[in-house]
């Protein structure tokens, strides 16, 4: 989001065709052979001649001002090429830019790569090293002496919101708020989203539940640590191979913040271990040049995995309120929320994609949000997963539950008489066209996973989710070899490996020529036209616009060949089932001509076949979920286990079904994760004390069952194969969804998150206490 | 420290090295022999993307010094396809798409097989124990278990 619609992006109708290709599950998926050998490349398998291992130094201290950094021992000891710090980097002044679905500011930008005036979390980077081998740059590190000035400092979200709070930035006035507040404070920002009259909506509902919800940060947890090789000639040129989400935009980054020109930065994206919106944002790769350019030789920088927990973006933690009416019917008569977003460091959480999607799930009339931007002593956030959703998705879809129950309804029931639908008006703007939600609902509650009895502490929860689809700046080649194979080069990154071949199925369908004959490949960045990130679900609803777009451009060129050696107009020729064909038996009786055929000729009537796109796609379609969960409480150990999972989404239409149901189980599993056992563990300090995967405990094959899934096809109406986002709204409805379930179980409401086995046994305790109590009450 | 010296057999390759003592047997493979399909996530031992076997154990080969190979047999992914023709695991893994981003896949290709060669039939829930040490953040570990008991099944040739 962060940028308006522009009137000039492109849409292509929906056509309702038959398909040979797509729909299909190919066994030849381009890059699955090079990963099961190992052949695959990431960034840190890559090697350079010469090149030297980086490191950085990282603060100890959760805020403190840097008095003096002294690096004269360090860069004295044999076997260091380059140390730099704050002084190697130039100051930024503030200008906001789209990263993902976040905005950054390069003020910021500049800061969190390399500490300037103070250091504000644990693991901020204060200077870095390049050195012969990782153990000379570990040593070095030890050689640096940073005189720092401790502060105090808040980690909270709400401790950070009070007037007595340690404040992190001195010149940050809330913004969003009129008049200018008088003084500086950690809300860097208000926002607000209403619809209708939301006093009018409370005073019409029968039945109003007010809850209150804290979530910690929680990680992307991507397998592959952050990692990158820079080489910065002589000449003045950078080449940058790295680990990221989006290539454009990392040049577009690294070059702003070293004062370079785009067309000397070469950023080439390698295989990406895993993103999730967590390989949005430079990090390393602004250090590794400078120190590349400093030392004259090819810089390599690999984070260690506590690095990547300590200075790369969790989520937001929150604190958020829910306050929700309806009628004994069971009709939603208002929706308000207040949320309040820690955005770590430096401002820019994803408060404002949260306060605008909230409630977009439900038809509603009186809907007001109000959301604060909170800084904090910690890493600063990143997207993660459909970013900011599934902590307000626990309030809103909890409290749905208990309204459900209220008045006597099924949960599934409930939102059904509520659900949005073609025309439903967004408290964020937009009339909502056609989408899949309702047919969601209808199919959980179809599903025979409903039939399964449930015995003892066993409970069944529902919850639902939503999330739009960014569209933005996609470009992509298809070029045609002379044997009549198809190349795609595209711009956009392939994060799980399912995007290169729904582009392969998508262009061998347009050109009429077999998927096998279809190879496609990422091209770096001076092989394209930008191309914004793979973020907001938009990888293959947008990159495949691209690929059509360029396709029948590829397809046009046909077309103006057969007409050339046909003599007659290009406009008499048109292409189908893969060939160039007559308009009409009066344009001549000519042998149709394919691909092949084509290409072979194409040097003699003009040069090669290539089709380009250089496209700002509007919208890759909003996406809904529901999902169904069975659990189990354990009361001994307040453990919850999964016993039964049922995801059904709405994919608009499935290129490659199989792999969208792989990304639903794996977004189902994130949530799980986020829901019972992940979180952001701070001592009193502020330093992290669970920075490794033995304490930041994600789910394990052990941890889950087998995930059911559907997918639901309506199609979206701007897309020519009617393609939606899917990869963000499978987060969104675990967390909610558990909750509900342990209600059900054992009848206890859990609002802190995660739901560990801690949290669990002292609600089970309160509520033994609380039961006897009123029983104690009902014998008086 | 001195470098020792280190004879070892790397999929069936025999290896001659000089090692530091503080090198892991994952830097030895991936820095030295420029073996990069076996994958850092943790280095602690946690994630299992390092996953190699040692005289058919199966290891974390970051928990591993390069000097404990000495005299010893490792297995890596590198030696897991017969020329052309992939183990039945790794083309079980491609048929149900058991793998995404593909950096934790060496790993559980690696952990899968010693599984298999220790327990030709485990049951589903064998199988979900014997990987709870090898972390996947992309699947959800549905399509990884099917693709083992399918890869398992054809092994036995059932």
Redesign the interface.
């Known amino acids: 989001m962060g940028r308006a619609p522009s009137p000039f992006a492109t849409k292509i109708p929906y056509e309702e065709k038959d398909l040979k290709v797509i729909g299909s599950?190919p066994?030849a998926?381009g890059?699955?052979?090079?990963?099961?050998?190992?052949?695959?490349?990431?960034a840190?398998?890559i090697?350079l001649p010469g090149q030297l291992m980086g490191r950085v130094l990282r603060s100890p201290h959760a805020r403190a001002n840097i008095i003096s950094i002294d690096v004269s021992e360090a860069e004295a000891l044999p076997g260091v090429k380059a140390v730099v710090c704050r002084d190697d980097f130039p100051d930024m002044e503030v200008e906001h830019a789209a990263s993902g679905e976040l905005m950054v500011n390069f003020r910021d930008v500049t800061r969190n790569m390399m500490a300037r005036e103070n250091v504000l979390y644990d693991g901020h980077p204060v200077a870095a090293v390049a050195a012969i081998s990782d153990?000379i740059a570990k040593r070095a590190l030890k050689l640096i002496k940073v005189e720092y000035e401790v502060l105090p400092h808040v980690i909270d979200v709400r401790d950070a919101m009070r007037p007595d709070a340690p404040v992190l930035h001195e010149d940050q006035f809330t913004k969003g708020v009129d008049p200018k507040p008088e003084k500086p404070s950690n809300i860097a920002a208000r926002m607000e989203s209403k619809l209708g009259d939301i006093e009018k909506g409370f005073e019409e509902a029968e039945i109003i539940i007010e809850r209150e919800y804290n979530t910690k940060p929680v990680h992307?947890?991507?397998?592959?640590?952050q990692a990158s090789i820079a080489n910065y000639t002589e000449g003045g040129i950078a080449e940058v191979w790295t680990g990221t989400q989006g290539h454009f935009v990392f040049r577009a980054q690294i070059a702003k913040l070293l004062k370079m020109d785009l067309s000397k930065v070469k950023v080439i994206p390698t295989?990406?271990?895993?993103?999730?919106g967590g390989k949005n944002n430079v990090y390393l790769e602004p250090l590794a040049v400078v120190l590349s350019k400093k030392s004259n030789r090819p810089v390599k920088m690999?984070m260690?995995?506590d690095e990547v927990f300590r200075a790369t973006g969790p989520t937001s933690g929150t604190n958020v309120r829910v306050k929700m009416g309806c009628t004994k019917e069971g009709r939603i008569t208002a929706a308000q929320a207040e949320l309040n977003y820690q955005s770590g460091a430096y401002a820019g959480s994803s408060l404002p994609l949260a306060t605008i999607t909230v409630f977009t799930r439900y038809d509603l009339e009186n809907v007001s949000v109000v959301g604060h931007d909170v800084t904090t002593n910690r890493p600063k956030v990143a997207a993660y997963r459909a970013p900011g959703a599934p902590m307000v998705a626990f309030g809103v879809e909890t409290v749905v539950d208990e309204m459900a129950r209220e008045c006597g309804m099924d949960p599934i029931d409930f939102r059904l008489k509520n659900a949005a639908k073609e025309g439903t008006q967004t408290h964020f703007g937009p009339k909502l066209g056609p989408v899949g939600y309702i047919q969601t609902l209808e199919r959980a509650k179809a599903h025979p996973h409903l039939q399964e009895k449930l015995g003892p502490d066993q409970g069944r929860g529902v919850a639902s989710g939503f999330w739009f689809t960014l569209g933005a700046e996609t470009s992509a080649t298809v070029n045609i070899g002379e044997d009549g194979t198809a190349t795609l080069i595209f711009g956009t990154v392939d994060?799980?490996?399912?995007s290169r071949s729904a582009f392969g199925m998508i262009v061998a369908e347009e050109l009429g020529i077999p998927f096998e004959k279809v190879r496609t490949m990422s091209g770096d960045t001076s092989a394209l036209g930008f191309n914004f990130m793979t973020a907001g679900s938009r990888g293959t609803a947008a990159g495949s616009m691209a690929a059509v777009t360029a396709s029948r451009k590829a397809i046009a060129r046909m077309c103006e060949i057969a007409a050339r050696k046909w003599e007659v107009e290009p406009d008499q020729v048109v292409w189908e089932d893969g060939r160039a064909r007559p308009a009409g038996a009066n344009v001549g009786d000519f042998e149709p001509m394919t691909v092949a055929e084509l290409a072979k000729e194409a040097a003699w009537f003009g040069g090669s076949i290539a089709g380009h796109a250089e496209i700002n796609v509007a919208q890759g379609g909003p996406g809904f979920g529901t999902h169904v969960v069975d659990v189990e409480v354990d009361r001994r150990t307040g453990g919850v286990k999964i016993l039964r999972y049922t995801l059904i989404q709405d994919a608009g239409k499935a290129v490659y079904p199989?792999?969208i149901?792989?990304?639903f189980?794996?977004?189902?599993?994130?949530g799980i994760g986020t829901a019972l056992n992940e979180e952001y563990i701070y001592n009193d300090k502020g330093v992290l004390e669970n920075p490794?995967?033995?304490d930041y405990r994600?789910?394990?094959?052990?941890?889950?069952p087998?995930?059911n899934t559907e997918i639901v096809e309506v199609p979206n109406p701007d897309h020519p194969y009617g393609i939606r986002g899917i990869g963000e709204v499978p987060i969104i409805p675990p967390l909610p969804a558990i909750a509900n379930a342990i209600h059900d179980a054992v009848g206890i409401r859990l609002r802190d998150h995660p739901m560990s086995p801690p949290k669990v046994l002292k609600a089970l305790k309160d509520k033994m206490v609380e039961d006897l109590a009123s029983r104690g009450t009902a014998a008086e | 420290m001195a470098k020792q010296y280190v004879n070892t057999t790397i999929n069936g390759d025999n290896h001659e090295l000089l090692c530091d003592p503080t090198q892991t047997l994952l830097d030895v493979l991936r820095d030295q022999l420029d073996m990069t399909g076996t994958k850092e996530g943790c280095g602690t031992g946690d994630c299992g993307a390092c996953s190699v076997t040692m005289d058919g154990v199966l290891v974390c080969s970051c928990l591993v010094m390069g000097v404990e190979a000495n005299g010893k047999k490792v297995e890596t992914i590198e030696g897991m396809a017969d020329g052309d023709d992939l183990h039945p695991l790794q083309q079980k893994f491609i048929e149900h798409i058991a793998l995404q981003c593909g950096i934790c896949t060496p790993g559980l290709l690696v952990a899968s097989k010693a599984l298999l060669e220790e327990n030709p039939d485990p049951t589903e829930e064998e199988i979900r124990y014997w990987l709870a040490g090898n972390l996947c953040r992309c699947t959800g570990y549905h399509k990884i278990i099917e693709a083992v008991q399918d890869a398992a099944r054809e092994m036995r040739g059932a």
């Open positions: 599950n066994t998926r890059d699955a052979v090079d990963k099961v050998t190992g052949r695959a490349r990431y840190s398998d090697k153990a992307q947890g991507y397998i592959e640590p295989e990406l271990g895993g993103g999730f690999v260690d995995r994060v799980t490996g399912g199989e792999f149901e792989g990304q189980q794996g977004g189902a599993v994130q490794g995967f033995l994600v789910p394990v094959a052990s941890d889950v087998f995930i």
